[in-house]
């Protein structure tokens, strides 16, 4: 394994320690980076130096992903490409291992895994499923960070087609589907477990409010979110039962 | 609550958690399900953990926390919620509904305060911005640690403040109010959220056909129990 790599990855799993609005996760790109260019140091510091200025510059990613792009950007360094290169490099792969990871990861496995917990729970699993899921969803995510960083580094420039061709973007599909899938499951199984128990009154209040925040989410979009959906609800049912 | 010790270990729960979302690892720790699991554990009732977390877990399911989007932090937020229902066994149905509306006021504080430290750490990168374009690798790792130990700072504060206000209201609200419609509420809402998310991420392609599938088999699922 290359010198520093270890430090890296470790750095890389605070990548947005210090996001923010101009140069989103540039900071921590940087931090995750000198480990890797420190040999460059040694082998031509003016080099070095202008590394370290282009590492810290605007990025934004899919924070499993952002190795990818740091591997990238090191490997060209440490071939000496044109600095504009590197700087195209580090934007051009912006949009595509964000969208990617969302896809796969947010849109994907979280909701894969949580509706799975949840309906395992539903059907009677103890509380300790929760830490099953946490420890197999944290494998999978640590993995990632490996890979990514270490395909970064032995691909360089070229990282966009072996992304495109990798298990990340051939998997995004089917975790999706499956994703939905299990979601589908869970709703009404999560419905009957949660509404038990309640009068036929109450049951009604419920269903009721499901189909309105439903239709609601999906005429008014944004404007009625769901927290927001769900505070005004409560709010008015706590005002007329609670102060009777 | 467990008295002080109760306190700390929920605050420094929250604290890890709070890390979790966006600022180190992102392993789930922040779901409001594990969150309030593991705060359910730590106070000695991790089925009222499970049932605080599962609800707020559908409101969750509605968010895709993409990029620079705003969104709300469940994590500490299902920390005080299961913190009110706490020590109330036999009536968590009924309070379920409150320690609900709790938690969903709390996430929306809590996203507030991500979007707080956000603009810190803009301030901190402008005012920086000068040595970062010399290479000052110093301020690179000042700037980066400076960002981790706000927001460790970010979720302590704010549990403790979520767990202090659940002590609070507990006491302000009398215990025989039959809270159980709203509980019912709580849970329709929440039913809602998983819905709409499941229905919006679904967007084009296969995955529709599958969600529509997997509605079909759970209604068989829940019927069949």
Same mark, same amino acid.
């Given at each position: 394994?290359? #010198?520093?790599?270890?430090?890296?990855?470790?750095?890389?799993?605070?990548?947005?320690?210090?996001?923010?609005?101009?140069?989103?996760?540039?900071?921590?790109?940087?931090?995750?980076?000198?480990?890797?260019?420190?040999?460059?140091?040694?082998?031509?510091?003016?080099?070095?130096?202008?590394?370290?200025?282009?590492?810290?510059?605007?990025?934004?990613?899919?924070?499993?992903?952002?190795?990818?792009?740091?591997?990238?950007?090191?490997?060209?360094?440490?071939?000496?490409?044109?600095?504009?290169?590197?700087?195209?490099?580090?934007?051009?792969?912006?949009?595509?291992?964000?969208?990617?990871?969302?896809?796969?990861?947010?849109?994907?496995?979280?909701?894969?895994?949580?509706?799975?917990?949840?309906?395992?729970?539903?059907?009677?699993?103890?509380?300790?499923?929760?830490?099953?899921?946490?420890?197999?969803?944290?494998?999978?995510?640590?993995?990632?960070?490996?890979?990514?960083?270490?395909?970064?580094?032995?691909?360089?420039?070229?990282?966009?087609?072996?992304?495109?061709?990798?298990?990340?973007?051939?998997?995004?599909?089917?975790?999706?589907?499956?994703?939905?899938?299990?979601?589908?499951?869970?709703?009404?199984?999560?419905?009957? #477990?949660?509404?038990?128990?309640?009068?036929?009154?109450?049951?009604?209040?419920?269903?009721?409010?499901?189909?309105?925040?439903?239709?609601?989410?999906?005429?008014?979009?944004?404007?009625?979110?769901?927290?927001?959906?769900?505070?005004?609800?409560?709010?008015?049912?706590?005002?007329?039962?609670?102060?009777? | 609550?467990?008295?002080?010790?109760?306190?700390?270990?929920?605050?420094?729960?929250?604290?890890?958690?709070?890390?979790?979302?966006?600022?180190?690892?992102?392993?789930?720790?922040?779901?409001?399900?594990?969150?309030?699991?593991?705060?359910?554990?730590?106070?000695?009732?991790?089925?009222?953990?499970?049932?605080?977390?599962?609800?707020?877990?559908?409101?969750?399911?509605?968010?895709?926390?993409?990029?620079?989007?705003?969104?709300?932090?469940?994590?500490?937020?299902?920390?005080? !919620?299961?913190?009110?229902?706490?020590?109330?066994?036999?009536?968590?149905?009924?309070?379920?509904?409150?320690?609900?509306?709790?938690?969903?006021?709390?996430?929306?504080?809590?996203?507030?305060?991500?979007?707080?430290?956000?603009?810190?750490?803009?301030?901190?990168?402008?005012?920086?911005? !000068?040595?970062?374009?010399?290479?000052?690798?110093?301020?690179?790792?000042?700037?980066?640690?400076?960002?981790?130990?706000?927001?460790?700072?970010?979720?302590?504060?704010?549990?403790?403040?979520?767990?202090?206000?659940?002590?609070?209201?507990?006491?302000?609200?009398?215990?025989?109010?039959?809270?159980?419609?709203?509980?019912?509420?709580?849970?329709?809402?929440?039913?809602?959220?998983? !819905?709409?998310?499941?229905?919006?991420?679904?967007?084009?392609?296969?995955?529709?056909?599958?969600?529509?599938?997997?509605?079909?088999?759970?209604?068989?699922?829940?019927?069949?129990?």
């Amino acid at each position: 394994m290359r #010198h520093g790599f270890w430090r890296s990855y470790c750095r890389l799993l605070a990548v947005q320690g210090a996001w923010n609005y101009e140069r989103m996760t540039g900071i921590g790109l940087g931090y995750a980076a000198q480990p890797l260019l420190e040999d460059l140091r040694t082998a031509d510091p003016a080099r070095h130096a202008e590394a370290q200025v282009r590492s810290v510059e605007y990025f934004n990613s899919h924070p499993y992903l952002a190795g990818l792009a740091l591997g990238a950007q090191v490997r060209a360094e440490d071939e000496a490409a044109p600095g504009e290169l590197v700087v195209r490099l580090r934007t051009a792969l912006t949009s595509p291992l964000g969208s990617l990871g969302d896809q796969f990861f947010w849109a994907g496995l979280v909701p894969a895994v949580m509706g799975s917990l949840i309906l395992a729970l539903v059907l009677g699993a103890p509380p300790a499923a929760v830490w099953v899921a946490v420890g197999g969803y944290a494998a999978v995510r640590l993995w990632t960070g490996f890979w990514a960083l270490r395909t970064g580094l032995a691909t360089g420039p070229q990282i966009g087609a072996v992304v495109g061709h990798s298990w990340l973007s051939r998997w995004a599909p089917g975790v999706g589907s499956a994703a939905g899938f299990i979601l589908g499951v869970t709703l009404p199984v999560a419905a009957g #477990h949660l509404l038990e128990g309640f009068g036929t009154r109450d049951l009604s209040f419920g269903l009721l409010t499901a189909a309105l925040g439903l239709v609601g989410g999906i005429v008014f979009g944004p404007r009625l979110n769901s927290v927001r959906f769900g505070l005004v609800t409560l709010l008015g049912g706590f005002l007329f039962w609670g102060l009777r | 609550m467990n008295g002080p010790g109760g306190v700390l270990a929920l605050v420094a729960w929250g604290t890890v958690v709070g890390l979790d979302l966006t600022t180190f690892a992102q392993v789930l720790l922040s779901r409001p399900l594990v969150a309030a699991t593991g705060a359910g554990l730590l106070l000695g009732e991790p089925m009222v953990g499970v049932q605080v977390g599962l609800v707020l877990e559908l409101f969750a399911l509605d968010v895709l926390p993409v990029g620079a989007s705003r969104y709300p932090d469940y994590g500490p937020a299902a920390i005080g !919620a299961v913190a009110l229902m706490a020590g109330r066994h036999g009536e968590t149905g009924a309070w379920l509904g409150l320690a609900i509306g709790y938690g969903l006021a709390g996430a929306l504080l809590g996203g507030a305060s991500l979007s707080l430290l956000r603009l810190l750490n803009t301030r901190w990168a402008r005012r920086a911005s !000068a040595g970062l374009a010399a290479g000052d690798q110093r301020l690179v790792r000042r700037l980066q640690w400076r960002g981790i130990m706000t927001d460790l700072a970010r979720g302590a504060l704010l549990t403790l403040l979520l767990v202090a206000g659940a002590g609070a209201l507990a006491s302000l609200i009398p215990e025989a109010l039959d809270l159980a419609p709203v509980s019912a509420l709580a849970v329709g809402a929440g039913l809602a959220a998983a !819905a709409g998310g499941a229905y919006r991420n679904a967007g084009r392609g296969p995955r529709p056909r599958w969600l529509i599938a997997g509605l079909g088999a759970g209604l068989i699922l829940a019927l069949a129990r």
